[in-house]
């Protein structure tokens, strides 16, 4: 016996209307991370890279890929709870842009130190810039949401 039901034409109509809106509402603007995800986001990352490039070890490579783990537990738990994250296509590029390239362009510069002061320095110094552009990104965000007025 089939479970399928034969729709009305209103009935087809509504819910084609309620996934149109709820398809707008989606594409319209990324979700607002949580307060916390910011800190989270920077701390992990400056600890697992500055533990994977700066130092060796049996422990200090147990502790990066804990932090690494950390790192990725708390993307799926900002994701689980805010929606979708990502930058959708109608952002500007140079919004886009500017949330993506900045904590790269930190963490290159970082390494810049290691010139001078050999790879663990160049490991912390762009663990620590790259760390505060993922934050200071995240935080960025979450202020243009909010005085938007999407959140």
């Given at each position: 016996m089939?479970d399928v039901?034969n ?5 087809a ?20 991370t949580?307060?916390?995800?910011g ?5 992990l990352?400056a ?9 060796t ?9 804990l ?11 900002a ?20 949330s ?7 963490y ?12 663990t320095?160049g490991?912390?110094?762009?663990a620590v810039?790259g ?9 960025w965000?979450?202020?243009?949401f909010?005085?938007?007025g999407k959140v």
């Open positions: 089939s039901r729709w009305t034409a209103g009935e109509a509504a819910a084609l209307r309620t996934a149109e809106d709820a398809r707008a509402a989606a594409g319209a603007a990324p979700q607002r949580p307060a916390w995800f800190p989270v986001q920077g701390v990352f600890a697992a890279t500055a533990l994977f490039f700066g130092f070890g049996a422990a200090t490579v147990g502790a990066a890929v932090a690494a783990a950390a790192f990725v537990a708390a993307h799926v738990v994701v689980r709870s805010g929606g979708v994250i990502a930058w959708p296509a109608s952002a500007p590029l140079r919004v886009r842009l500017l993506q390239a900045a904590p790269l362009a930190a290159g510069v970082g390494w810049l130190a290691a010139l001078p002061a050999g790879r320095a490991a912390v110094a762009s810039l760390g505060v552009a993922l934050w200071a990104v995240s935080v965000r979450n202020a243009a909010r005085d938007r």
